[in-house]
């Protein structure tokens, strides 16, 4: 399966237009990687297969955690955590749109810490 480098910052683009124009490229290429995943894993739930798509698509932007589908105040989701310490750096509730959280996520700093600058 390849996926290709992931990038949430789009220098040519007006401010207002950044988020619309990066998370319409990234969420065709999530939705490729979920197709993926499952067809390969056809036994996952839906559930494990967007918590191993948001891993795979983290690590492709240079970003090195763990996600799994996991329950947070009664509420479903994914959580990511750090792969060293395994401390929880996030929570995406399933009725998020992940791609768009993903972006203001990384844009507001939260994954600075787990980012490999390359």
Do not use: H
Not at 52 to 71: G, R
């Amino acid at each position: 399966m390849y996926i290709p480098l992931i990038d949430f910052n789009d220098a040519g683009s007006d401010v207002g237009k950044r988020r619309a124009k990066v998370s319409s490229a990234n969420k065709a290429i999530f939705a490729k990687l979920v197709l993926d995943i499952s067809g390969e894993n056809p036994f996952m739930k839906a559930g494990q297969v967007k918590a191993k798509a948001i891993e795979i698509f983290l690590s492709a932007a240079s970003i090195d955690i763990n996600c799994v589908e996991t329950m947070v105040n009664d509420e479903y989701g994914y959580g990511v955590y750090e792969k060293i310490n395994n401390k929880r750096i996030a929570f995406i509730p399933k009725n998020k749109r992940i791609i768009n959280f993903l972006y203001d996520s990384y844009i507001n700093g939260v994954f600075s810490d787990v980012e490999n600058n390359i």
